[in-house]
């Protein structure tokens, strides 16, 4: 029997499938839930929002705001 590592199990189930629902808008699911959205701001980046509406920070690229999600 091989142990898994809590992280490891963590990473698996936090993974996000992120969809593009027009120009400049991306929403993530994890197992079939909402996990959030990433909306492009002019003059402000890529802002990061959770499922509940909490905001994980404005971002330089699409796929840093997207990592922002892991540690949530």
Not at 56 to 65: D, R
């Given at each position: 029997?091989?142990?898994?590592?809590?992280?490891?199990?963590?990473?698996?189930?936090?993974?996000?499938?992120?969809?593009?629902?027009?120009?400049?808008?991306w929403?993530?699911?994890?197992d079939?839930?909402?996990?959030?959205?990433?909306?492009?701001?002019?003059?402000?980046?890529?802002?990061?929002?959770?499922?509940?509406?909490?905001?994980?920070?404005?971002?330089?690229?699409?796929?840093?705001?997207?990592?922002?999600?892991?540690?949530?």
């Amino acid at each position: 029997m091989t142990l898994i590592e809590p992280h490891e199990v963590q990473s698996r189930t936090n993974h996000i499938a992120w969809k593009t629902i027009q120009p400049g808008l991306w929403v993530g699911h994890c197992d079939g839930e909402f996990a959030g959205m990433i909306e492009a701001v002019p003059d402000r980046g890529f802002l990061a929002t959770t499922s509940l509406a909490r905001e994980l920070g404005a971002f330089a690229t699409v796929a840093e705001a997207q990592s922002a999600f892991r540690d949530d």
